[in-house]
């Protein structure tokens, strides 16, 4: 106890001393804390992109229709997966009904079937452009959703039957849907307008899932059907097996499994630059820090040897003489701790956009700070852990670098030290 | 039995090749106090720190009650059975009188109530007052850092008390005041006291004198 309460006062004993001490590690901690907060904001902002882009795989097809629909759907079913999400638009004739813009039945197409595996039915419906007003969205195989504008036309309502036939009058084929909801659009494109162009016409859509519009065949096969599939890996990693998996399947050798890289690239590379940089700093940071403080300690301990030599010749044991001191070196540093955390953290976020900008700028590229919310591109937060880290690795380094200091000095025996200075 | 008893006793510094202290033979009792007389360099503090348990004999044996110093703990030797006055004084500079009385206190184990008060009392006994004694041992004269040091080798009721000049820097009536507490001490609270010095003057409080000529002890009386 007394060692303690010794070392408390030992501290303002020698406040020249200790005001060096102070600041120094008060520079290395700060310096830290903002090199190590920016790493880690940049690391999980990466982290972020490659969730977001990284791990999203589609295949490239060399000439059109290589794959089937079947094929791109068989692909989905895979252990490698988070999900797969597929969408199809293909063209057909009503039978019995009247599309919107539709001046007198031609025999050619004038329906749009859109169908999506997505379970918000895709970006229209997300972002509110369009939305189901009445009844549901297709659930069971064979629902659909079609416009209120064509709803209204053909009298339609829910659990109405819509037959449909290939866009080809030469095809044979039908199918019949079942009204499950009705949309509203609410786009500026939504109203249609263009007489004798009813595939100019929104309204003119109706909407299935994708396992209801693949088991049509004429639609399916149908020219100018459009079919997209976006497979989302369980980590970018896994891109490789995949192709490895569908060439198994029978993906032939014109294809390639290919990710989302170019726009993962694009998000990541400044990033990358600011981990790496804040990376490398932090580093260099602990490895300066641990040389300065070594020599401080030395150096200050070269001015303590005195005072070592008169506690042990008082009878202090050396490991107590060592205890005392290491007590004034960490009580120190956890006073810089706080502060050095303090201003780091302060200080990281002003840093960290600073340099976003500079990134932004040698690349040639418009600023890119700012996403579409408003927030800065790297979002540098003080965590616990990151606290935790930082002040775990600033008492190790004080700590290991006041002992060899004072380990340095209690290796004197009490009676040469004394001997010399008188 | 002597409390310390030093046979044979020789040393030297190391990677010198001179012998300081040429066998000597002493013994020491609780109740009285020594004087070793010598001349500059004669080997007076060299001896002071083999009693005081800074170092080691490098030849014969020395004994603490009955024991021998090489197989002695002497951390708690220093710390709880001698107390020494050093010539150099060795104190903590930058603490206060007090405080340097009362870590010293500290470290010996003492189980004292209110070390800060029995400091000042023992301070107040060789004429260090409470004002100087709340002031850093770096803004004392000479003289009142001797005091200081002498009240710290009071300070833990050590068995053996030790002190080296320890009037060196102290007035003709100061001296007379020190003396006279180490001989009241040895005389009257049964301390062995040894004080190393070249004064005549201090000569003339001992029980036994012995004299240190070129590393030789000789009883004188
Ligand atoms: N650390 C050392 N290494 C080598 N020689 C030393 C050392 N310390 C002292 N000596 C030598 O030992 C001899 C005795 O020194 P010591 O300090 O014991 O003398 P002293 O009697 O106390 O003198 P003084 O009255 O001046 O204090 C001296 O010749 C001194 O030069
Ligand atoms: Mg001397």
């Not at chain 1, 899932?209 to 599939?229: C, H, K, P, Q, Y």
């Amino acid at each position: 106890m007394y060692l303690f309460q010794n070392a408390m006062r030992n501290i303002f004993r020698n406040k020249g001393r200790n005001t060096i001490l102070a600041l120094i590690t008060f520079l290395l901690i700060f310096a830290a804390a903002v090199s190590f907060l920016i790493h880690t904001a940049a690391e999980l902002m990466i982290g972020n992109a490659r969730a977001q882009f990284g791990n999203q795989a589609t295949i490239e097809t060399a000439g059109t229709k290589v794959l089937a629909v079947s094929d791109y759907l068989g692909y989905g079913q895979s252990d490698l997966l988070e999900k797969a999400e597929f969408s199809m638009t293909a063209y057909g004739r009503l039978d019995g009904l009247r599309a919107l813009d539709e001046e007198a039945p031609d025999g050619n197409a004038n329906m749009i079937l859109v169908s999506t595996s997505r379970a918000d039915l895709g970006e229209d419906f997300r972002k509110g452009l369009r939305s189901v007003t009445q009844g549901k969205a297709p659930e069971k195989k064979g629902d659909c959703l079609v416009s209120d504008a064509f709803a209204k036309r053909n009298g339609l309502a829910i659990g109405s039957s819509v037959k449909l036939l290939p866009a080809d009058a030469a095809k044979s084929g039908t199918a019949a849907l079942t009204v499950s909801g009705i949309y509203t659009d609410n786009s500026v494109n939504g109203a249609g307008g263009q007489p004798g162009m009813p595939l100019y016409n929104r309204n003119n859509e109706m909407i299935t899932t994708v396992e209801t519009a693949a088991a049509i065949d004429f639609m399916v096969n149908s020219t100018g059907r459009l079919f997209d599939a976006v497979y989302y890996l369980k980590n970018p990693d896994l891109l490789g097996a995949f192709q490895s998996e569908l060439r198994e399947k029978g993906l032939p050798t014109s294809c390639t499994v290919t990710a989302n890289e170019e726009e993962y690239i694009q998000a990541a590379a400044p990033l990358e630059k600011l981990s790496k940089i804040s990376g490398v700093f932090w580093i260099v940071v602990l490895l300066l820090g641990a040389a300065v403080l070594v020599l401080v300690s030395i150096l200050s301990m070269r001015e303590r040897k005195y005072e070592v030599g008169v506690l042990r010749a008082m009878g202090m044991k050396k490991g107590r003489v060592i205890l005392g001191m290491l007590c004034e070196t960490l009580a120190v540093t956890a006073a810089c701790l706080l502060i050095g955390l303090g201003a780091g953290a302060a200080a990281a976020q002003p840093v960290a956009n600073l340099f976003m900008q500079q990134a932004a700028q040698g690349e040639q590229a418009p600023p890119t700070q700012q996403d579409g919310d408003g927030k800065p591109a790297v979002q540098v937060q003080m965590t616990a852990s990151a606290a935790g880290e930082i002040g775990l690795v600033a008492l190790l380094l004080a700590g290991i670098s006041s002992i060899a200091g004072i380990v340095y000095i209690t290796r004197f025996e009490p009676n040469r030290i004394l001997s010399e200075r008188n | 039995m002597h409390l310390l008893k030093l046979e044979n006793v020789s040393y030297q510094y190391a990677g010198t090749a001179r012998k300081i202290l040429k066998e000597i033979n002493m013994g020491s009792e609780p109740g009285k106090l020594y004087v070793v007389m010598g001349k500059s360099g004669a080997g007076k503090s060299t001896l002071l720190s083999l009693l005081s348990g800074l170092d080691l004999c490098t030849e014969g044996v020395m004994l603490y009650e009955g024991q021998d110093m090489k197989s002695l703990d002497r951390d708690e030797y220093r710390a709880k059975s001698v107390g020494v006055i050093f010539q150099g004084y060795n104190l903590l500079t930058n603490a206060t009188a007090l405080e340097n009385i009362v870590l010293s206190m500290n470290i010996s184990g003492s189980r004292e109530k209110n070390k800060r008060e029995s400091a000042l009392k023992l301070l107040d006994r060789v004429g260090i007052d409470r004002e100087t004694a709340g002031r850093q041992v770096l803004k004392l004269s000479g003289g009142e850092q001797q005091r200081v040091g002498i009240a710290r080798a009071l300070s833990h009721n050590p068995d053996i008390i030790i002190a080296d000049e320890p009037t060196g820097n102290l007035d003709g009536d100061t001296e007379k005041t020190i003396m006279g507490i180490l001989r009241a001490l040895a005389h009257d609270e049964g301390k062995c006291v040894i004080v190393v010095t070249h004064s005549k003057a201090v000569s003339q409080y001992a029980d036994e004198l012995w004299g240190l000529n070129a590393g030789n002890l000789v009883f004188l009386k």
